[in-house]
């Protein structure tokens, strides 16, 4: 979709923007696995969402979407690697889908997570894999088959998720994750999945 084109443009031009003053700081530095990425005190990351939305009828739909997010964590590495929780981040998330061609729903959701990184240091430099707990918001708009009408809902939304960064270079690395938006609707419980892959970026 444009949407999507649109935020896919942004993510290269944030990621460009990273490397270049990364460059020349690492122009002396051996390119070991172990050197390619360094903690940081927070990050911004972009991606790209496919949902798997559970509906009311129990059937299936597909919705396509972005959403940026921002964790906070130690750039002390001493910190980092002392334990499971004290290398957890902390953050907030908004990923957003736009009605389609095959449908007239739109979503929102909103909200904080917290990763846990399951190893004190990339596996052998090149993946990092985390377990993830969010909570917020999940805002759903659907436009109903006679003109005019438009159904809204807002319900708490607990999303469970896995997945792992693997460091590009630098404070640059692909963030990749399988995510249970758990939404609990005023009629039924659903589970509704996400994939989600973009680029994250530390400062």
Do not use: W
Not at 51 to 58: F, G, K, L, R
Not at 62 to 89: E, N, P, W
Not at 120 to 149: E, I, Q, R
């Amino acid at each position: 979709t444009r949407l999507s084109k649109m935020f896919c443009a942004a993510a290269a031009v944030a990621a460009a923007a990273a490397f270049t003053p990364l460059s020349a700081a690492h122009a002396q530095e051996s390119p070991s696995a172990s050197s390619l990425q360094r903690p940081s005190r927070y990050a911004l990351e972009l991606y790209l969402a496919q949902y798997s939305v559970e509906t009311e009828a129990s059937k299936r739909t597909g919705l396509g979407g972005f959403g940026a997010r921002v964790m906070f964590g130690h750039s002390d590495v001493t910190k980092t690697i002392s334990s499971f929780f004290s290398r957890a981040r902390a953050g907030a998330f908004l990923t957003y889908t736009a009605k389609q061609k095959d449908n007239d729903v739109a979503t929102t959701h909103v909200g904080g997570q917290v990763d846990f990184p399951i190893l004190s240091a990339p596996l052998n430099g090149y993946l990092d894999p985390f377990v993830s707990l969010g909570a917020g918001v999940f805002h759903a708009s659907a436009t109903g088959p006679t003109s005019g009408t438009n159904t809204t809902s807002n319900d708490f939304a607990l999303t469970p998720a896995a997945g792992t960064l693997i460091p590009i270079t630098g404070s640059v690395a692909f963030r990749g994750d399988l995510r249970d938006v758990v939404i609990f609707g005023q009629s039924k419980t659903t589970n509704n999945f996400v994939a989600e892959g973009g680029i994250s970026i530390g400062f």
